[in-house]
């Protein structure tokens, strides 16, 4: 596996690559708290059916910049930063890549195919379906929630400048991590602010058999060097980018799309998403989407907890182009 640094979009963004220099690029987009580290699996594995894989980290994850403006976090910005990887790692500016995303990947994932279509051969989508489009400029996404959940739901306390890095600080980066993902309730994150989400400091939390001491270290010590208050800029630029995607209001989604969730996934169970994934919208949203897959007993971090069985999903369906 190559490491390296692309120059694009005013940052360095680090990318992960294996796989033929000459082969069909799958460019695998991570989610929150993860980095390019969480397609350990999927990368070996589509590198040797002579695909390229590349992953990046994010902006403000890992080895990528992680500007200080909240402001730089924005979806133009995120999106911004992964056409100039696919420019500077394709051979001509009419190649597309095959795209997989999960989570925040998966999120930005779409915006890609709504923005830049011409860049995206099929997508591959995990956790997050298009329920999250561009709706009313006006409507505040963050407010809809702190109304639904109340102030201690996970998006809402991330908004707060500067809280929960410290309380993150305090509680210590491996537990937090061991925390979220090893999460498996199929509900709301709820944080209150007496900690009480993150467990006593003595208390062990056991680790799944898809999560190994050394992949939490890895996190770990990169998340310990860059800190959070980049990923959770993310969060908070929810109400911006509703604002932003005004001009793409009602825009569908015009490129070949698998999505899949699990069962037990905390984003199954957000308001309305179940009924969305299920029922006649996401297809009207997404016309070239193939029947959804709802993976039975598996939580949010799907590409880690089942590797497999992603990785020959992603590879099933982008066989087909």
Same mark, same amino acid.
């Given at each position: 596996?190559?490491?390296?640094?692309?120059?694009?979009?005013?940052?360095?963004?680090?990318?992960?690559?294996?796989?033929?220099?000459?082969?069909?690029?799958?460019?695998?987009?991570?989610?929150?708290?993860?980095?390019?580290?969480?397609?350990?699996?999927?990368?070996?594995?589509?590198?040797?059916?002579?695909?390229?894989?590349?992953?990046?980290?994010?902006?403000?994850?890992?080895?990528?910049?992680?500007?200080? +403006?909240?402001?730089?976090?924005?979806?133009?910005?995120?999106?911004?930063?992964?056409?100039?990887?696919?420019?500077?790692?394709?051979?001509?500016?009419?190649?597309?890549?095959?795209?997989?995303?999960?989570?925040?990947?998966?999120?930005?994932?779409?915006?890609?195919?709504?923005? !830049?279509?011409?860049?995206?051969?099929?997508?591959?989508?995990?956790?997050?379906?298009?329920?999250? !489009?561009?709706?009313?400029?006006? %409507?505040?996404?963050?407010?809809?929630?702190?109304?639904?959940?109340?102030?201690?739901?996970?998006?809402?306390?991330?908004?707060?400048?500067?809280?929960?890095?410290?309380?993150?600080?305090?509680?210590?980066?491996?537990?937090?991590?061991?925390?979220?993902?090893?999460?498996?309730?199929?509900?709301?994150?709820?944080?209150?602010?007496?900690?009480?989400?993150?467990?006593?400091?003595?208390?062990?939390?056991?680790?799944? %058999?898809?999560?190994? +001491?050394?992949?939490?270290?890895?996190?770990?010590?990169?998340?310990?060097?860059?800190?959070?208050?980049?990923?959770?800029?993310?969060?908070?630029?929810?109400?911006?980018?509703?604002?932003?995607?005004?001009?793409?209001?009602?825009?569908?989604?015009?490129?070949?799309?698998?999505?899949?969730?699990?069962?037990?996934?905390?984003?199954?169970?957000?308001?309305?998403?179940?009924?969305? $994934?299920?029922?006649?919208?996401?297809?009207?949203?997404?016309?070239?989407?193939?029947?959804?897959?709802?993976?039975?007993?598996?939580?949010?971090?799907?590409?880690?907890?089942?590797?497999?069985?992603?990785?020959? $999903?992603?590879?099933?369906? $982008?066989?087909?182009?």
């Amino acid at each position: 596996m190559e490491h390296r640094k692309v120059r694009g979009n005013g940052i360095d963004i680090h990318v992960a690559i294996q796989g033929p220099s000459d082969g069909p690029i799958v460019l695998l987009l991570h989610g929150f708290p993860e980095l390019w580290y969480s397609w350990r699996h999927q990368i070996p594995g589509l590198a040797a059916r002579g695909y390229r894989a590349v992953a990046p980290d994010l902006r403000g994850y890992g080895d990528s910049d992680a500007p200080a +403006e909240i402001s730089s976090y924005t979806c133009f910005n995120i999106v911004g930063d992964l056409v100039a990887v696919i420019s500077a790692l394709t051979a001509s500016e009419d190649e597309k890549v095959f795209v997989v995303g999960h989570d925040w990947g998966a999120l930005i994932a779409w915006y890609l195919c709504l923005f !830049r279509p011409d860049k995206v051969k099929a997508l591959v989508n995990l956790s997050v379906p298009f329920s999250f !489009r561009p709706m009313d400029p006006s %409507t505040k996404p963050v407010d809809r929630m702190r109304a639904f959940y109340g102030d201690d739901y996970y998006v809402c306390r991330f908004q707060e400048v500067g809280d929960i890095e410290a309380e993150i600080a305090e509680v210590g980066t491996e537990r937090v991590m061991k925390r979220i993902l090893t999460y498996r309730t199929p509900g709301p994150i709820i944080i209150p602010k007496d900690k009480s989400f993150w467990g006593s400091k003595g208390e062990t939390i056991p680790l799944p %058999t898809w999560l190994t +001491e050394e992949d939490v270290a890895y996190f770990v010590s990169k998340f310990e060097e860059k800190g959070f208050s980049g990923p959770v800029n993310f969060y908070r630029n929810f109400n911006r980018n509703n604002e932003l995607l005004g001009p793409w209001v009602g825009s569908k989604i015009q490129v070949p799309t698998k999505f899949v969730i699990g069962e037990l996934d905390l984003v199954y169970y957000m308001p309305g998403v179940k009924e969305y $994934i299920n029922g006649p919208k996401f297809k009207e949203d997404v016309p070239l989407l193939e029947e959804p897959v709802v993976m039975e007993g598996v939580a949010h971090f799907i590409n880690q907890e089942k590797p497999q069985e992603i990785l020959q $999903i992603i590879l099933d369906f $982008i066989s087909k182009f």
